[in-house]
């Protein structure tokens, strides 16, 4: 059975960039949403009862086909936010250093540059999704709970959440002011040891 994971920090551990309240609602309500839905599908499905969460969404087409949906859904939404609530911190925020920093001044000009166009992407997306930096530095676009690693891609090393659910409390329809209270709360440091451990 897939849990909920416990957070590094309290609910009220990243004001005033995400509010107590959104942090109720969006990890032990949505997330715990994905995780039961999740769950329930597995009691269908005995011969994968043992996989991780990336054996299972990593592989989809290994799950038979009238579970798949539900499966890249409820398995995608429980993968994705584990790895969001993992990017944050407290003593989040800053740029990274580094190794992490040095290659992102190569490949995007200025850390600026990169915050820019990270930013624009993740303004730009249509609906419901995700928005990744791999471990390579490009940026993809998850639609849905889709994941990266759906496609055989490696685990995201950074990505915020653009559902209406991860900021409708805090900034109604302003994505925009979402995203920029995200930026005080990037994990850098966490950041760069994902991206080592790739290179
Ligand atoms: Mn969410």
Redesign the pocket.
Known sequence: MFALPKLDYEYDSLVPHFSKEILEV?HGK??QIYVDKLNTVMESLPAFQNKTIEELIGNLNEVPEEFRTAVKNFGG?HY??SL?WNFLSPDGGGEPSGELIKAIVEKYGSFQQFKDEFTTRALSIFGSGWLWLMPNLSIVVSANQDSPINGGLPAPILGV?V?E??YYIDHKYNRAEYINAWWQLVDWAGVEKRYKFYL
Request: net charge negative; hydrophobic share 25%; aromatic share 18%.
């Open positions: 969006h949505h997330h939404g994705n936010h969001f959440d559902w659910h991860a």
